[in-house]
């Protein structure tokens, strides 16, 4: 087998070794089957128990309720972004965005192609190194929802609390740190994201939703935008993406073996602190994200200058290791460390960070 390098990025990312193995050795034939997974009808038995099972997996995984569908669309957490107002904000209506990135600044700019919307709160004048604290939300009473990120992929910035919206339904783009910590879906109205960073390889995107928000979609809405399209039929209106939801099966299981998402969420805990607290403790590193709101997931960090961030990330390259560019509009260094991320690669890149810093500091 060809060696594995350590791959840093931050999606499509990394998916767990043992998942890959199992999706290489079944791939010519699904065991029993005598067919490849990417040859099946989507309205077949095998399929349906995929498909199924991830649902089922899914629940159990995060105590999703019996009153959440769980949809499985394509278009990526993107289309959402337009998906949402469309369904969910009704013509005269008014939605809260909260503005914590670059992320949530295109949520926010296909809603307002729908319909009136008010900024809740921005952490922009401080360059997105930090989202609002409860007290700083303005919230309207009168809002069709709330819509928030959950984690900011290019900034590295993550809510440590679930906001507070009282009746107001709350919706949350959650592609960059799905399931990487326990979550209480029971706060949340909506929970959306592209699967290509914890869950799957691209073109499947997670919905869960609460089946009352179905009722509040416009009758005139293109089918295929339609939540109830996918809703009634299961995700099976049209054929899904087969290849990504058997993968997320996969994947799924997997992260129940790991012993769930409270043992997921302390390897995640460990594995950033050992990056943040190498930061911290140099002067010649610079964290991005103010400390109560640093990313499990995408821990962004700058060099002294951006001479030594283009040598760093040179170096890291030839030492095995991918994907640490910062995003250009954030530019610095981002190690995108996901669930499937191992622990051993972190380990590799804390030790390069300090020899890097004794032969350059
Ligand atoms: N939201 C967040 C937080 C993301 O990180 C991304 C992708 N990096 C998106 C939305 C867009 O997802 P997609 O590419 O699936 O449309």
Same mark, same amino acid.
């Given at each position: 087998?060809t060696e ?5 990025s ?6 767990p ?15 029993g089957?005598?067919?490849? *997974? ?7 038995k ?17 105590? *999703?309720?019996? =009153?959440?569908?769980?949809l ?11 998906m ?5 904000l009704? /013509? ?5 965005? *909260? ?7 295109? /949520?926010i700019?296909?809603a ?13 004048s401080? =360059? ?13 009473p009168?809002?069709?929802?709330v ?20 009746d ?21 109205a909506?929970i959306? /994201?592209?699967?290509?960073?914890n869950?799957?390889p691209?073109?499947v ?23 109830n ?13 087969v290849?990504s *939801?058997?993968v997320m ?14 043992a ?12 943040y607290?190498t ?5 010649f ?6 400390p109560?709101?640093r990313?499990?997931? =995408? ?8 001479e ?5 990330v040179?170096?890291?390259t030839?030492?095995g ?10 530019? @610095?260094?981002?190690?995108?460390i996901?669930?499937?991320?191992p622990r051993a @690669?972190v380990?590799a890149?804390? /030790?390069?960070?300090k020899e ?6």
């Amino acid at each position: 087998m060809t060696e594995r390098i350590y791959n840093f990025s931050a999606g499509p990312a990394v998916l767990p070794l043992s998942v890959l193995e199992q999706v290489q050795r079944d791939f010519v034939a699904l065991p029993g089957l005598g067919m490849s *997974i990417v040859e099946i009808s989507h309205r077949s038995k095998a399929f349906d128990e995929i498909i199924e099972g991830a649902e089922a997996d899914l629940r159990k995984l995060a105590g *999703i309720p019996d =009153n959440y569908r769980i949809l499985f669309l394509q278009g990526g957490a993107s289309l959402q972004f337009s998906m949402v107002p469309m369904n969910l904000l009704p /013509a005269g209506g008014k939605a809260d965005y *909260i503005v914590t990135g670059s992320w949530s600044k295109k /949520a926010i700019k296909e809603a307002q192609r729908i319909g009136t919307v008010n900024v809740a709160a921005t952490t922009e004048s401080e =360059n997105f190194t930090r989202v609002p604290r409860q007290e700083e939300l303005k919230l309207d009473p009168e809002a069709a929802y709330v819509h928030m990120t959950t984690n900011e992929t290019i900034h590295g910035v993550e809510y440590k609390y679930d906001p507070e919206t009282g009746d107001v339904p709350l919706v949350a783009d959650a592609s960059s740190d799905i399931f990487s910590v326990p979550i209480n879906v029971g706060k949340y109205a909506m929970i959306y /994201a592209g699967a290509q960073k914890n869950l799957a390889p691209a073109g499947v995107t997670l919905v869960i939703m609460r089946d009352d928000l179905l009722a509040r979609s416009p009758a005139g809405l293109h089918t295929m935008l339609n939540y109830n399209t996918h809703a009634k039929e299961n995700s099976l209106y049209n054929t899904p993406p087969v290849f990504s *939801i058997y993968v997320m099966r996969l994947v799924l299981a997997w992260l129940l073996e790991q012993g769930g998402l409270e043992a997921i969420g302390r390897q995640n805990e460990e594995k950033a602190a050992l990056l943040y607290d190498t930061i911290d403790a140099s002067e010649f590193y610079r964290a991005h994200a103010a400390p109560e709101c640093r990313s499990l997931m =995408n821990v962004a960090f700058r060099l002294p200058s951006e001479e030594l961030e283009k040598q760093f990330v040179a170096e890291t390259t030839k030492a095995g290791m991918d994907g640490l560019k910062g995003h250009r509009s954030v530019g @610095g260094i981002r190690a995108s460390i996901y669930n499937a991320f191992p622990r051993a @690669g972190v380990e590799a890149l804390v /030790a390069f960070m300090k020899e890097f810093e004794r032969t350059h500091g």
